[in-house]
């Protein structure tokens, strides 16, 4: 189906939605134990060859953690599943699998889980900007700051900066910090994973040494961790992405024109559990990862929402700020069109003095 060409969503949509996913939340435990059986043996297993490839080529090592991070990416899409309590319906058996596969991540489960119930509540809101979202500001506030923020804001925008330096800043070093208003059991929840992640390096120096632990593990974590902040970078920054001040912001306008419809090849939805369909991810989190496809499929009204294609997707490298006028995201070239315009209104309002 081609993208929605109305910007706005049918109002059937807005006022059914809850009806329509209610069915789709209720997890199946034999399905959800599948899934971490064929997720963690595989990771497991293919770290195992990665190791053993050291003493052929670092090539092959290096070839082999491509596959390795996919089966990162589809753990930390069970982790994720756990920490909005979808994946089992015990919250006990959520919070015991989220935070060992929080581990495996180099996550602490409560604190992101707490992280991440924010980014759910606000996203689409200009006004509740700064936490779990990738940093993006509006046109006016990008002309009105320092030269100083200017440039950090525009090396924090590149490619490189987002999803090779940035990853491994956000799981080697941001995650083994507590922020400063956490409550405590997101400290705990933070410590206890640091505890976990430096005992686990250290069974890895004393059997195999932690060269050979960082050779295996890096390339994945860097992988994986770029392939996972892609993903939640452009499900909430492509064309035609809904934004709004906090008063005209509305929850379902926020899930499904704030959230993209990202259609990948079956391999690559299968490696990052149907996310991919996150406007009813966003419409509705308790719906378990396995169920998010069979729930567009068998409700048209989902979709019309825009679709995004892999190729398509790579146009949004080129967003950097929200011009607030035009209600889109644009580029820096944008910044002259809006100085023009603020110059025009500076100009108007003179002459209306006069």
Not at 66 to 78: K, M, P, S
Not at 210 to 232: D, E, N, S, T
Not at 306 to 317: D, G, M, N, Y
Request: glycine share 8%; hydrophobic share 40%; with cysteine.
């Amino acid at each position: 189906m081609s993208p929605n060409p109305d910007p706005s969503m049918p109002e059937s949509i807005k006022s059914s939605w809850q009806m329509s996913v209610v069915k789709y939340q209720s997890p199946d435990v034999r399905r959800s134990l599948w899934q971490v059986i064929n997720s963690l043996v595989p990771y497991f297993g293919l770290l195992y060859l990665m190791y053993l490839s050291l003493t052929v080529s670092y090539w092959m090592t290096l070839g082999l953690s491509f596959l390795t991070a996919g089966f990162y990416v589809r753990i930390f899409i069970v982790f994720h599943d756990c920490g909005h309590g979808s994946f089992f319906t015990s919250q006990k058996a959520n919070d015991i699998l989220g935070i060992l596969t929080g581990v495996l991540t180099f996550t602490p489960y409560f604190q992101w889980r707490h992280e991440h119930a924010m980014h759910h509540a606000s996203s689409g809101d200009l006004d509740r900007r700064g936490i779990g979202d990738i940093w993006t500001m509006t046109v006016q506030e990008y002309l009105g700051a320092s030269r100083w923020k200017r440039l950090v804001y525009r090396v924090y925008r590149t490619p490189f900066v987002m999803f090779v330096v940035g990853p491994l800043y956000l799981f080697l070093i941001r995650h083994r910090l507590v922020r400063g208003e956490a409550a405590s059991r997101e400290r705990r929840s933070v410590y206890g994973t640091n505890l976990a992640v430096f005992a686990l390096m250290g069974v890895m120096t004393a059997t195999i040494g932690m060269k050979a632990y960082l050779l295996v593990q890096l390339p994945v974590l860097l992988i994986g961790g770029g392939a996972g902040v892609w993903l939640f970078y452009v499900q909430h920054q492509f064309e035609g992405v809904y934004w709004a001040r906090h008063e005209d912001w509305d929850y379902v306008d926020a899930a499904l024109e704030g959230s993209s419809l990202y259609q990948l090849p079956k391999v690559l939805q299968w490696f990052t559990g149907n996310i991919g369909f996150h406007h009813i991810h966003h419409l509705s989190p308790r719906i378990p990862n396995y169920y998010l496809e069979k729930c567009q499929k068998e409700n048209p009204a989902f979709q019309q929402v825009r679709q995004i294609s892999l190729l398509s997707s790579l146009k949004s490298l080129a967003f950097r700020l929200w011009d607030e006028e035009q209600r889109r995201l644009v580029g820096y070239r944008g910044l002259a069109r809006a100085r023009r315009y603020a110059s025009s209104e500076k100009s108007l309002f003179q002459l209306g003095e006069t």
